[in-house]
């Protein structure tokens, strides 16, 4: 039995945002995997939103660390000082050694796995447990895992994009890719530096990327250019400049056909019947990159199946990591 107050939770350890399930309560924190650390003595000086705010910002003793990176551990002791910090929180800043389930890409490496396990357990985790995210985020997404029918989930985060057919409680096929949103944003920062001579950083990036970026090229005629500032590489100073959503579309668009493919190639895998159940219900998009512009309509051209966005799509990971809590009593077994 557990002691009274000690609650299990799942953790979404994403490249861009962590969310925190408590069982019983749903999501309780969700803020950027960002850590802001005094580059000197490595004394952490803030984390998630309050840290986030300082990228491109920060004086030379500070330094704002994504300690994830391509939905992988790149720095180990940043990446638990970070999970400590969000379960205290989650938790109300009791310390009581919960059960974790945590979520991992799809494809990742026997020591990657190992790394997010550990890392849980030295942030205070008593126990933790993997999930594979596209399973996590079909489970949030709704769809009927369990079921003897084939489900494909597309999850576009920041550092992955992670594909995966799914039925009766497994994955079938699946594909793992790093082109997801932090790609698209250094594709914008690149296309605006060799046309405008312009240097921008990551988080202007991002705000061209939201609010005109489309997976459509075509389509990003509809869509009003944007005035961005930004310091010009001649001059050293700042300049403004307007951008066009068509060339900003045309930028990111070797992107959004990576993705593209690596759906066709996991579609190619499946079984005739599990590809003829995904074609009667269609394609669910999760993570925050579902939300970029005519993107189901761009992936249901390309594939002739019909494409839709999960509800809260930057949650679904979290929920469906949160509700297989249920299971962990089952994967002890093991
Ligand atoms: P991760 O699981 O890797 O932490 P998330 O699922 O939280 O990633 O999604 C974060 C990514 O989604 C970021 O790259 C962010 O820029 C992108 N994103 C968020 N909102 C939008 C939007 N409206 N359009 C396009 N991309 C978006
Ligand atoms: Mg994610």
Same mark, same amino acid.
Request: with cysteine; net charge negative; hydrophobic share 45%.
């Given at each position: 039995m557990l002691g009274l107050g000690s609650k299990n939770i799942g953790i979404d350890l994403g490249t861009a945002n962590t969310l925190v399930y408590v069982d019983g309560k749903g999501i309780v924190t969700h803020e950027p995997s960002v850590v802001a650390k005094n580059s000197q003595t490595d004394e952490i000086i803030a984390v998630g939103e309050?840290?986030?705010?300082?990228?491109?910002?920060?004086? =030379?003793?500070?330094?704002?660390?994504?300690?994830?990176?391509?939905?992988?551990?790149? @720095? /180990?002791? *940043? *990446?638990?000082?970070?999970? #400590? /910090?969000?379960? @205290?929180?989650?938790? +109300?800043?009791? &310390?009581?050694?919960?059960?974790?389930?945590?979520?991992?890409?799809?494809?990742?490496?026997?020591?990657?796995?190992?790394?997010?396990?550990?890392?849980?357990?030295?942030?205070?985790?008593?126990?933790?447990?993997?999930?594979?995210?596209?399973?996590?985020?079909?489970?949030?997404?709704?769809?009927?895992?369990?079921?003897?029918?084939?489900?494909?989930?597309? @999850?576009?985060?920041? +550092?992955?994009?992670?594909?995966?057919?799914?039925?009766?409680?497994?994955?079938? &096929?699946?594909? &793992?890719?790093?082109?997801?949103?932090? #790609?698209? @944003?250094? =594709?914008?920062?690149?296309?605006?530096?060799?046309?405008? &001579?312009?240097?921008?950083g990551e988080r202007t990036a991002e705000d061209i990327k939201i609010q005109i970026g489309s997976a459509s090229i075509e389509k990003a005629k509809d869509i009003d250019a944007m005035t961005i500032r930004g310091r010009d590489l001649l001059s050293g100073l700042p300049k403004t400049i307007d951008v066009s959503a068509t060339d900003v579309a045309s930028a990111i668009n070797e992107i959004v056909l990576a993705i593209i493919d690596a759906i066709k190639e996991t579609l190619e895998e499946t079984s005739p019947e599990i590809a003829a159940d995904v074609i009667d219900h269609g394609i669910v998009l999760t993570g925050g990159g579902a939300m970029l512009k005519n993107l189901p309509e761009v992936i249901s051209d390309a594939t002739k199946v019909p494409v839709f966005i999960a509800q809260d799509p930057l949650d679904c990971v979290a929920i469906g990591t949160g509700e297989s809590l249920k299971n962990i009593d089952v994967l002890k077994k093991h």
């Open positions: 309050e840290a986030r705010a300082m990228i491109g910002r920060t004086p =030379a003793n500070i330094n704002a660390i994504r300690p994830m990176k391509d939905g992988v551990i790149a @720095d /180990y002791d *940043t *990446t638990a000082a970070m999970l #400590k /910090y969000f379960m @205290d929180k989650a938790l +109300g800043g009791k &310390s009581n050694h919960p059960q974790v389930m945590i979520c991992v890409p799809s494809g990742v490496t026997e020591v990657e796995k190992r790394a997010v396990i550990d890392a849980a357990k030295v942030a205070g985790a008593k126990e933790a447990f993997v999930i594979e995210e596209p399973y996590a985020a079909a489970i949030g997404a709704g769809l009927p895992v369990m079921d003897p029918t084939g489900s494909m989930v597309v @999850d576009i985060g920041g +550092g992955t994009t992670d594909v995966a057919t799914i039925s009766l409680g497994g994955i079938v &096929s699946s594909r &793992s890719i790093r082109m997801a949103g932090d #790609k698209i @944003d250094e =594709a914008i920062i690149t296309y605006i530096r060799q046309n405008f &001579s312009l240097l921008i």
